[in-house]
């Protein structure tokens, strides 16, 4: 079955540790994106790519890298640089171009 | 400054009644719309669109309506029932512009509906 899958469910990580959040996908789409979630704040895009190797910023990249080696793969790591970590991050893939996203079911992240 | 809002952040139905959920944009760039639905710790699942040629798009218990003229959008579910209860994100999106193809997302309305 084609989907995009986000490990781990749960992360744990203690306070100026980097982390990194997995997201892949078989279903051949072309762009990916990183989402957080806020109580209150719905979904913020933190970075998106189009294409493999190129990558843009979102609304709020500060603190947060990614990388797109792989079609397939688009992994976000968590720096210490960023000031609140702990959220629920989700990742979404779509055809380029075409607005219907697919999420993965998200990785909620505590930072202690 | 938020591009596409949701003013009520919840809702309380009756089942069977109907629900309407409303959205605001203030971008006129923005011509495709969506509405998806999330359920808590789970990643959220799209559940009908509409372009902005048309003002009406209708999906089993689903009708979404948009008036481009007051930049408003809206979901009816007819009728409710208790499976519904989650929440709803309104989305949009620019067909031009440097980031075509993004989903603005507004910051949800939490829909509950009450057996």
């Known amino acids: 079955d084609g989907g995009i899958t986000q490990s781990p469910k749960y992360l744990f990580r203690k306070e100026g540790q980097n982390v990194t959040l997995s997201c892949e996908q078989n279903l051949n789409h072309d762009a990916m994106y990183w989402y957080r979630q806020d109580p209150g704040q719905g979904l913020r895009l933190i970075y998106y790519?189009?294409?493999?190797?190129?990558?843009q910023k979102g609304d709020i990249a500060e603190g947060y890298s990614v990388s797109r080696e792989k079609k397939e793969s688009f992994p976000l790591t968590v720096t210490s640089a960023q000031k609140n970590p702990t959220a629920f991050y989700l990742c979404a893939s779509s055809i380029y171009g075409n607005y219907g996203y697919t999420f993965g079911s998200g990785t909620r992240l505590t930072v202690v | 400054d938020q591009q596409v809002k949701q003013n009520s952040p919840s809702l309380s139905v009756q089942e069977g009644r109907i629900s309407i959920l409303n959205c605001d944009y203030t971008n006129s760039m923005f011509d495709y719309f969506l509405w998806y639905k999330k359920y808590p710790a789970e990643g959220p699942t799209f559940l009908i669109s509409?372009?902005?040629?048309?003002d009406k798009n209708e999906d089993g218990r689903f009708t979404v309506f948009l008036n481009k003229s007051a930049k408003h959008l809206s979901l009816h579910i007819v009728p409710s029932q208790p499976g519904d209860s989650a929440v709803y994100f309104c989305a949009a999106s620019a067909s031009y512009g440097g980031s075509q193809g993004n989903l603005i997302f507004g910051k949800g309305t939490k829909l509950s509906v009450k057996p």
């Open positions: 509409i372009s902005s040629i048309k």
């Open positions: 790519s189009q294409i493999v190797n190129d990558f």
